[in-house]
Each structure stands twice: as C-alpha cells, then as structure tokens.
C-alpha cells in the first residue's frame, strides 16, 4: 500500500510540474485546465476499474483476473494472491474434513453433529446402523424426531451429560447402545454411540450365573440344615430317623459335589492359562466305554445301541471328550421316557469326523434350541431337578467343542426324540490307519 501511495503521490507531483511549465507559456486557465482534464481522466480510469474489480467480485476466479493499469495492475495482482492462498486453505480444509469422514466411517463407534436446535449437520456409517439414520436425507431434521425415546429426548433436553445413557432398540432387535451426548462450540453437541449389545448379555449372563449357583446350592443346603438341626435337637438317637435321613444328605450332598465338579471342569476349560493337550484319542474305545456307562446309568429302562461306522481317532485331549460326549449321552438317557432308545455314533461325514447321540424322548421345541448351551438354562426346571442334571452340562460340551475347533448340531422334534452331533474338522481327525499305526508304535 506504500508503494501504491509513493505511486500516486510522484504521478500528481508530476502534473504538478508539467502544468507548471505550461503556466508561464499559455496562461493560468490552460494549465488548469490540462490539470483538471488529467484529474478527470484518472477518475475514469479509477472508476473503469472499480467497475471491472466489481464484476470480478461476483465470481472470483484467479483465471477470470483482470488486467489493470498503475495502480491497479498492483491492486489486482495482491487480489490474485489473497484468493490463491484462500484456495490452498480451502483444499487444506477440504482434505482434512474429508480425513475426519474417512476415519469417522472406519470407526464402530456411532458419531451425530447437532447444531444449536439438535438438528443433525452430519452423521458417520456407525450412527446410521445404530438409530436408522440416512445422513443425506436427515440432515436438517431434528433428531428427536427420527430417534423416538423419551429418555433420549429428556438427556438431550437436561442438559446433564455427565453420564451416559442406555438405550434398548425397539424395533424387533436386541441392540443395546450406550449414549454419550458431549456439548462443544457454540451450543453445537456431539452424539456417541456404541454398541454394547455383547457386554450387556456378558452382565446378563453374571447375574443369571450367580443367581442360578445360589439356587441351585439353597435346596440342598436347607435339607442338610434342616436334617441336621432336627437331629442335634434329638436327645436319643432315631434309628428310623437316621436311616431315612442319611440317604437323603448323601444324595444332596452328591447333588452340591456334582454342581462345584462342573463349576470347576467349565472354569479350567476358560482358563486361559489351560493350553488344550493334544493326544491321540481312540474314540471308538471312548465310545465303547460310554456304552457300557449308559447301560449302567439306565439299569435296563431303555435300548442302548452302539454304532461305529468307523475307526477314525482324534487329535485332542481324551479326558475334555469324555467329559462332553458322556453329558450328551447322560442327557439322552435322562430325557427318554424308560423304554426309549437311545444311539451312540461314531461316523465320518465327508472330511468331518462326527460324533452323535440320538434318542426318541421328549425333543425339544424349536425356540429353546439357540439356548441349550447356555448356563444352567433349563426347557423344564422341575423335570431338570428330578432328573439330577446341573444346567451345565450343555455349557461344558460347547467349550470342549469350541476348544477342538468343531460345533455342535442339535436336531429335535417335540414328541419324537433329539439327535445332538458334535462335529470335528478336518485337522482333527486321525484317519484309523495312521491312528493304528501310531499306538502299535507306542
């Protein structure tokens, strides 16, 4: 701006001059009047330029700039450069909103920019999953319309964001979603979601645990105390008293061991400090062995089959298998009315080697089944208790079939029997040749 000034100051000095000279030569009124035609002229030039500066303005671009003279020239130029430098900070900013979207998007988090009003300016991929959300078409509408809960419009509307809030989808999903709303600018708030769903059946699933351990050690314990108190209270010795008492301690008390046994098996096999052993396990051997388990465990109250359609071994560990594979075979005989029948199969299922039990008892219906292996979960409580299971036997089998990489299939008709199939992979399985050849060598 200086050197616009320094410019202007020397041209005028310069007519100064001139007009000056002409002075003396042809009189006062013509130098004035070269002097006054020169201040008009520079006016013209000054507004030609402001109407050219003018038209630019209406769309700057530094390909459209016009070319000025003197001053202008400098005036234009200095434009050309605020507007070059405002382009590079625009495609600065540019790229780094379009980072922020980029690494928004990858994030599973859920994130809603509400402006003063909380209606949305812009919302990530996860907020779209997590409350329905379109970000194109639902920009501009306020939030509390198109997420439709009242706790959530209340929290939105206190002011109170300390803490987070827990959300129940409503419409026909289990999701659960914790809600932090973070004030920022100028009234602007930062909705965050995510996703919980898991850690909320994990917390389900504790309280149900402790729940159901205290249940299922209250009855026993109460007929213990009872039976005990009942007996320091006597002066003399009951024999008959005894004798009716003491089977039925020992048998709550089996009850209470069974339960801490399984408690244990289900907590080595989540340990993570538990690596799997793997051996050479002879399955058809295995197999035999419940056999002969399950006709002790019926005492001829159903037909017992074995079927081997095959020599094959797995790799794993023998005593988490027999764990497994007896509660599927306990299960069966406990759930088939006495003379059902029950099959144990041992068979190979293209490169799967599969080991099942199948039965025609009581089945179970369809909505149960996704349940079986959950802990202590139960089709019918009163008929589990008579039966004497724990509720964990399922649990344990699942965990010994996750830690052998196979799956169980569960096949049940109500009133027409359930099949329960534990399937091996490929890199299980010990084809019965290499198998023999491995124990003849040991």
Not at 13 to 41: D, E, H, K, N, R
Not at 291 to 312: F, K, M, P, T, V
Not at 342 to 347: F, N, R
Request: with cysteine; glycine share 8%.
């Amino acid at each position: 701006m200086n050197g616009i000034w320094g410019k202007s100051l020397m041209f005028l000095a310069l007519l100064a001059a001139g007009c000056l000279v002409i002075w003396p030569i042809f009189g006062p009124l013509a130098a004035v009047s070269v002097f006054a035609a020169a201040l008009l002229l520079i006016v013209v030039l000054h507004l030609h330029h402001v109407s050219m500066l003018l038209k630019w303005l209406r769309r700057p671009a530094p390909e459209t700039e016009p070319e000025g003279l003197g001053v202008w020239d400098e005036v234009f130029a200095a434009l050309h450069r605020m507007l070059r430098r405002q382009r590079r900070s625009e495609s600065q900013l540019t790229a780094t909103l379009q980072d922020f979207q980029l690494a928004a998007a990858a994030m599973p988090d859920g994130m809603v920019i509400l402006d003063q009003t909380d209606r949305i300016e812009w919302c990530n991929p996860g907020a779209e999953r997590h409350f329905g959300l379109d970000c194109r078409r639902d920009a501009g509408q306020q939030i509390t319309y198109l997420v439709r809960h009242p706790q959530f419009a209340e929290k939105l509307h206190s002011q109170n964001y300390s803490e987070p809030l827990t959300l129940k989808q409503s419409r026909g999903s289990d999701l659960v979603l914790s809600v932090q709303i973070v004030p920022y600018g100028d009234r602007q708030k930062l909705v965050i979601s995510r996703d919980v769903t898991d850690l909320e059946r994990v917390e389900t699933m504790r309280r149900d645990f402790i729940a159901n351990v205290s249940h299922e050690l209250r009855t026993p314990l109460t007929v213990l105390g009872g039976f005990l108190e009942t007996i320091s209270d006597m002066k003399t010795a009951d024999s008959d008293l005894l004798r009716r008492s003491l089977p039925l301690m020992m048998d709550q008390t089996r009850r209470m061991q069974r339960l801490v046994e399984d408690l244990l098996t289900l907590s080595r096999l989540e340990s993570a400090n538990n690596p799997l052993r793997d051996e050479r396990v002879d399955v058809p051997r295995l197999a035999r062995e419940l056999y002969h388990d399950a006709l002790a465990l019926s005492a001829g109250r159903h037909r017992i089959a074995l079927d081997l359609e095959c020599e094959d071994r797995l790799a794993g560990s023998e005593d988490e298998l027999r764990s497994a594979f007896g509660n599927l075979v306990s299960n069966a005989i406990r759930y088939t009315p006495d003379g059902g029948e029950v099959t144990i199969l041992w068979q190979r299922r293209g490169d799967q080697a599969v080991f099942a039990v199948r039965d025609n008892g009581i089945g179970i219906q369809a909505q149960h089944i996704p349940r079986l292996t959950e802990r202590f979960y139960r089709v019918d409580r009163s008929r589990s208790r008579e039966t004497g299971g724990t509720g964990l036997g399922l649990a344990i089998v699942k965990h010994v079939l996750n830690r052998h990489q196979g799956r169980l299939e569960v096949a049940s008709e109500p009133g027409r029997g359930s099949t329960f199939s534990a399937l091996f992979p490929a890199q299980r399985v010990v084809p019965a040749e290499i198998g023999k050849a491995c124990a003849g060598t040991a």
